[in-house]
């Protein structure tokens, strides 16, 4: 990029600046029919330019709470869930528990519509009483059914080791991935961001059903996963702490269709990005995890003090965290989990002993990782329901 180009985009931004609301096509483009903000929309210097526009409107904790509340009508408008749907019951189909070292695991599958199915594990601390923390964990795209995310060695460790500490987690599968593959859903459907938005909504009630703690809720997950945790949060205030891992990011705004592939950025008179999405946390406890081989590699120059600058806000800059994993690649990986545990015992009032060794090691021995089939929710014994929804198309909305 040029200097007279970035001194256009600079004035560009400006002239719009006086409205947080202000109307803006692509920085550097034609006017487009679209309205979709895909991959990397903008380069890593527009996104930064925006970020440094929009701050100057919002300098008091009250200007940002306007600017939030536009930023959540946006989602679930252009997520077609501006009316959301009435929730009916969830009928669980709860599989055996599985009974191992300081947890249980239990398939699980329930309904979010009629018919239309989540499907997922229940991972839950050995001798559980009470009201216990509760942490929904999604994963991100994986190209290999094999290798899918809460399959996958380092998720099932992760979703061990926070019920070890204490929690209750719902590790649940995206719209069209995992075994509801095999019965005819797809991933890669224009409805899957409002499927899985509504999706995570439910499984907030799910968990509540099963007894967590209503006021200490926290959410994780990594890339699209990470996309879904900082998505949910926005526009569900019952998750209290979040821990979105690699994913948040001035220019990129997520590649797959469940993060991009309806207009929840941008519309004729607005736009926004993924860093003020994952602001509207604020003021409740978020720590942004980020690498130096992926699109959050500026994440301690650029989106972190952005956040911190809206936590400042409301007085609270100590509650959103930023740890930078410089020679990381993106996932989930033991180092990342190092850094999401302490935040999460810290803010849910877990047992970080339970997961952590004294010297930051983790404890992970333990755990016994399950082959996938294990995992399905569906089997002989507890088979795909005859009122199932067997593909996208067939989801009725009321």
Known sequence: MNTPKITLLIIYFQLFSFNPGFSQNQPNKESSDTMLCVGKYWTEEEGKIFLDSVRKTYTTAEAWKNRA??????????????????????????????????????????ESLPGVYVTGS????????????????????????????????????????????????????????????????????????KLQLWNSIRSVDFLLSMGADPKRIGMTGPSGGGTQTFLLTA????????????????????????????????????????????????????????????????????????????????????????VHLPNDLHGYDDNKRKAAYPFLAKHLGLDLTKAMNNDGTLKEDMIVIENQKTLYSFNEKHPFPKNGVRNNNNVVWK
């Open 69 to 110: 509340s536009q930023i959540r009508k946006q989602i679930l408008k252009g997520a077609g869930l501006e009316k959301l749907p009435k929730k009916g019951p969830l009928n669980p189909i709860m599989g055996e528990k599985r009974v191992f070292d300081g947890y249980q695991v239990q398939n699980v599958a329930f």
């Open 235 to 322: 526009v569900d205030d019952r998750i209290a702490v979040s821990v979105p891992v690699v994913m948040v990011s001035a220019y990129f705004f997520g590649g797959c269709i469940c993060e991009s592939g309806m207009p929840i950025h941008k519309s004729k008179n607005f736009q926004t990005n993924n860093v003020e999405i994952a602001a509207v946390a604020a003021p409740r406890p978020m720590l942004l995890v980020s690498d130096g081989n992926d699109w959050t590699k500026n994440n301690p120059e650029v989106e972190y003090p952005h956040l911190k600058y809206i936590y400042n806000l409301f007085n609270k800059p100590g509650a959103v965290e930023n």
């Open 122 to 193: 229940l991972y839950t601390p050995a001798n559980a009483k009470g009201k216990i923390p509760g942490i929904l964990s999604v994963e991100g795209h994986w190209p290999k059914p094999e290798d899918y995310g809460r399959y996958r060695n380092e998720a099932q460790k992760r979703h061990a080791s926070m019920a070890r500490m204490g929690a209750i987690v719902w590790s649940y599968d995206m719209v069209g991935y995992g075994q509801l593959v095999d019965y005819g859903w797809e991933h890669k459907h224009p409805d899957a961001l």
